[in-house]
């Protein structure tokens, strides 16, 4: 079946450089992508979203980008912070306003 | 605004028993909430979509006969696990949306460890 996937598993950051997370989706048809913030133990937190009309959009500290060309999709965070190291979700409506959800990126950010 | 809560937020049980999870959304009304399993280390599979007044919608491979869900108001849905097993162990998240937003708000979800 059609799914969300993101091309690594991990990624290990300096604090204050820029992290950049990676997503590829199968599905042309999506219209809607989200990502998700995820601590352990604790539910999925709404990071930004972005509709398939836009290609860029940002939002405090963050930076979603939208290839549909390639069906690729990233999440930029600028000068990452200790509190940024978590688990990282991104999601594609799939209709009706369900979600399917990509494997997810761990992130640990580097004193 | 947009808070979720679920409860209880960790359970130990017998194998064969059965488990309730409640899920509430606490300052608005959730026309539609839905329900995730997610295993350790692993993503967040989608188990069923319920929306208040009627029967929940249920994804290929989930037995709906074992998780039995009822959303009886615009504020609250439980996730009833039964005769539950080691493999059932998870951690159990829902989400709510309102009929006016995209956007789907999440709770804190709830370990569920059979034993």
């Known amino acids: 079946g059609e799914s969300v996937g993101l091309h690594l598993p991990t990624l290990s950051v300096q604090e204050g450089d820029n992290s950049i997370i990676n997503c590829a989706y199968s599905?042309?048809?999506?219209?809607?992508f989200i990502w998700y913030k995820q601590e352990s133990g604790k539910g999925p937190q709404f990071i930004i979203d972005?509709?398939?009309?836009?290609d860029k959009r940002q939002g405090q500290r963050v930076t979603v980008l939208l290839n549909k060309t390639v069906k690729h999709l990233s999440l930029q965070i600028a000068a990452t912070q200790p509190g940024d190291s978590a688990v990282y979700f991104c999601?594609?409506?799939?209709?009706?306003?369900?979600?399917?959800f990509g494997a997810g990126t761990t992130v640990t950010v580097r004193a | 605004g947009a808070v979720v809560s679920q409860h209880p937020s960790w359970v130990i049980c017998k194998s064969g028993t059965s488990v309730k999870i409640e899920c509430r959304s606490l300052d608005f009304q959730a026309t539609t909430m839905f329900w995730y399993r997610q295993f350790p280390k692993q993503s967040l599979m989608l188990m069923a979509t319920s929306n208040e007044g009627s029967k929940a919608t249920y994804e290929q491979g989930v037995e709906k006969d074992k998780f039995l869900i009822n959303h009886a108001s615009l504020t609250l849905s439980t996730l009833t696990v039964t005769s539950a097993h080691p493999e059932d162990s998870s951690f159990y998240i829902c989400?709510?949306?309102?009929?006016?937003?995209?956007?789907?708000?999440f709770g804190p979800g709830t370990r569920l460890t059979v034993l």
């Open positions: 999601a594609e409506n799939l209709g009706d306003y369900k979600l399917s």
């Open positions: 972005i509709r398939s009309n836009m």
């Open positions: 599905n042309s048809a999506s219209d809607y």
């Open positions: 989400s709510a949306k309102t009929g006016g937003r995209n956007e789907q708000f």
